[in-house]
T-cell receptor, first 114, second 109 residues
Framework: KQEVTQIPAALSVPEGENLVLNCSFT??????LQWFRQDPGKGLTSLLL?????REQTSGRLNASLDKSSGRSTLYIAASQPGDSATYLC?????????????FGTGTRLTIIP | NAGVTQTPKFQVLKTGQSMTLQCAQD?????MYWYRQDPGMGLRLIYY???????DKGEVPNGYNVSRLNKREFSLRLESAAPSQTSVYFC????????FGSGTRLTVV
């Protein structure tokens, strides 16, 4: 059974710093990995999707990497801003088609201190 | 382009009452999902539908039923609500990545 772990569970950093969020998974047979952010009381917003054949994806100040063989992904946030404060979730999709069920990590709660 | 729309956004039920959570997507996606999110438990899959006319159980299906009415709509029904079903419910659809609705916050008293 796939297990997805995100460490740390919570992180506080001063505004302007660059930071890295970590995601690890136990089964490397994945189709893709997706990073989401969730604001308090809100739904999940997709940030980046990395296919299993890709090494990284970038969107603005965000960069996500994937090392499938070691079961790890990182989300890099450059020049952090208070608006980046949220919970960040990673989720993996298994590679067996017809079973498109995500396994989620429990998230990292990020606080950017002004 | 609305994406995934869930109704209602909030609901309070008494134990034993029934209700249906509605979900619709306008992206022509085949696959749709219902998740619940609880503190400390993360997101858990209740039911999913890989295509119109098919549904399958997820990790926590007990106490729920679903209907894939057509390609756009996937509803979740609680026949006899219990306090353990107090949660935030998310509907999602999939095509090359998941898109989530904004959620339904359900309280069962």
């Amino acid at each position: 059974k796939q297990e997805v772990t995100q460490i740390p569970a919570a992180l506080s950093v001063p505004e302007g710093e660059n930071l890295v969020l970590n995601c690890s998974f136990t089964d490397s047979a994945i189709y893709n990995l997706q990073w989401f952010r969730q604001d308090p009381g809100k739904g999940l917003t997709s940030l980046l999707l990395i296919q299993s054949s890709q090494r990284e994806q970038t969107s603005g100040r965000l960069n996500a990497s994937l090392d499938k063989s070691s079961g790890r992904s990182t989300l890099y946030i450059a020049a952090s801003q208070p608006g980046d404060s949220a919970t960040y979730l990673c989720a993996v999709l298994p590679s067996n088609f017809g079973n498109e069920k995500l396994t989620f990590g429990t998230g990292t709660r990020l606080t950017i201190i002004p | 382009n609305a994406g995934v729309t869930q109704t209602p956004k909030f609901q309070v039920l008494k134990t034993g009452q029934s209700m249906t959570l509605q979900c619709a997507q306008d992206m022509n996606h085949n696959s749709m999902y219902w998740y619940r999110q609880d503190p400390g438990m993360g997101l858990r899959l209740i039911y999913y539908s890989a295509s119109e006319g098919t549904t399958d159980k997820g990790e926590v299906p007990n106490g729920y039923n679903v209907s894939r009415l057509n390609k756009r709509e996937f509803s979740l029904r609680l026949e006899s609500a219990a306090p353990s079903q107090t949660s935030v419910y998310f509907c999602a659809s999939y095509w090359n990545g998941y898109t989530f609705g904004s959620g339904t916050r359900l309280t069962v008293v």
